[in-house]
């Protein structure tokens, strides 16, 4: 019971935010460039490596982000490395955020009409020409949309890495808390702060879902 | 420094780890049922003309997506106790999922609520089919054939989600591993175990579903279409 919330308060939580704010951006970065890669190696000609990296996607769509993060701390320090909570999330994060872009990524790759892959067959060009020039210029356009939305799921995420010791939003909230104990006030201003961060990505996303949709109904074949 | 693994020393403790298991499952069940009922109502509410109500199903859908599943739940556990109401952290967990999920649920079957062609509802009216009717075998029962996929790998997700409720000590699978981790100190293999099961966990409730989606929906049986 010490005293109410004041302004020192206030700027702990923003600092919390901005951490949240940061450890999404790793998360999107890093869980951005596996992703691509995971995306690029489902569509493999190689067997192996198509199994390999659906495998990868399924375990981890089949595991609780928190567990992840639990296997991230402790499996870090388990193999000798000492690493902080940041660290650890970043990782974490980045295996989980992989897995999901990476599916989102691969439908969008796919669903690139057929004739364009033919036609750039037909010019022939190499399967890097193909993807760099013909597939992946259209497939940025359709998976535009998904992604954005997916950030929302990436900041809602980066909260669970406040089990693993790291001050980001909801963590510096269970500190002020700790001194507070005014526990529904402060819970309800982190959420209102989420909802600030997430509902602008949110509407972004659908506006460019509906704008999306405007254009494929033009390109649509009669 | 070499990594050292003992699984036996963490195994023994299968009884509780099959618990957890058993608890997380009831957690699923629970709020996937009651997820969606109030989110099929959310979704009716929102398609609804009065203003009002629709307003208030979609500031219900938007407030949650929108915001953390950890955050909801504290929400709840602290607002009911602040309230005086005291709860089984069972029951706060089952009823923080269940608003959590309908918020989902409630999108995807607006979804399948928009995909009914409007000929079809003219049509039953044409054959003077009762407004309730209507909204059962006209709008209702082929909007959840239409999202059976969507709605099943949402609740695959609630049930992989409900092991945040491990936070407000609900004693579901992650937090029986917290607590044979902190009793074991062999941390790395509890929740290499843990994922193991929840991975098996979700492949048994997908395995589920799509039994269950055989069974409800005949005809998409007999087109062959894939669940």
Redesign the interface.
């Known amino acids: 019971m010490g005293g109410h919330l004041n302004v020192n308060h206030l700027m702990f939580l923003g600092q919390g935010a901005l951490w949240t704010i940061g450890l999404s951006v790793i998360a999107l970065i890093g869980g951005g460039i596996v992703g691509f890669v995971i995306a690029l190696a489902r569509i493999s000609p190689l067997k192996s490596v198509r199994l390999a990296s659906a495998v990868y996607v399924q375990l981890v769509q089949g595991t609780p982000l928190l567990v992840i993060l639990f296997l991230g701390y402790f499996g870090l320090a388990a193999i000798g490395l000492k690493v902080s909570p940041l660290v650890a999330a970043s990782a974490s994060l980045t295996l989980y955020v992989a897995a999901y872009l990476g599916e989102i990524w691969r439908g969008c790759i796919q669903s690139v009409p057929k004739p364009q892959w033919e036609a750039a067959e037909g010019l022939a060009l190499t399967r890097t020409q193909r993807m760099i020039k013909v597939i992946l210029p259209q497939a940025i356009r359709i998976a535009t949309p998904p992604t954005v939305g997916f950030m929302v799921q990436i900041i809602k995420n980066t909260s669970l890495a406040s089990v693993v010791g790291f001050v980001e939003l909801m963590r510096s909230g269970q500190i002020v808390n700790n001194s507070l104990f005014e526990p529904f006030a402060i819970y309800a201003i982190i959420a209102v702060t989420y909802f600030a961060m997430c509902y602008p990505l949110s509407l972004f996303s659908q506006r460019l879902e509906r704008r999306m949709g405007r254009g494929r109904s033009n390109l649509a074949p009669a | 420094?070499?990594?050292q693994?003992d699984f036996p020393a963490v195994l023994e403790r299968w009884p509780s780890f099959l618990a957890g298991a058993v608890l997380t499952l009831e957690l699923a069940a629970f709020a996937t049922v009651l997820g969606a009922l109030l989110g099929t109502l959310a979704a009716v509410g929102r398609g609804t003309h009065n203003a009002l109500i629709s307003g208030a199903c979609k500031a219900y859908v938007?407030?949650i997506?929108?915001?953390?599943?950890?955050?909801?739940i504290?929400?709840v556990y602290?607002?009911l106790?602040?309230l005086g109401l005291k709860f089984s952290a069972f029951a706060v967990a089952v009823a923080a999922l269940t608003i959590n999920v309908g918020a989902y649920t409630a999108e995807i079957m607006r979804a399948g609520f928009e995909a009914i062609p409007r000929g079809q509802i003219e049509a039953a009216e044409g054959l003077a089919l009762s407004r309730l009717q209507i909204y059962w075998h006209i709008i209702l029962l082929p909007a959840v054939e239409k999202v059976y996929p969507a709605l099943t790998s949402q609740f695959v997700l609630l049930m992989?989600?409900?092991?945040?409720c491990?936070?407000i000590s609900a004693e579901e699978l992650?937090a029986v591993?917290n607590y044979i981790?902190s009793d074991t100190y062999r941390?790395?293999e509890t929740?290499?175990i843990?994922?193991v099961l929840?991975?098996i966990l979700?492949?048994v409730m997908r395995a589920g579903f799509w039994g269950l989606g055989l069974v409800l929906f005949p005809r998409r049986r007999r087109l062959g279409t894939p669940l």
């Open positions: 420094m070499s990594l693994l938007e407030t997506r929108n915001t953390p599943l950890l955050v909801q504290f929400l602290f607002g106790a602040s992989l989600a409900s092991s945040v491990s936070q992650t591993a981790q941390a790395f929740y290499i843990v994922a929840y991975v979700s492949l």
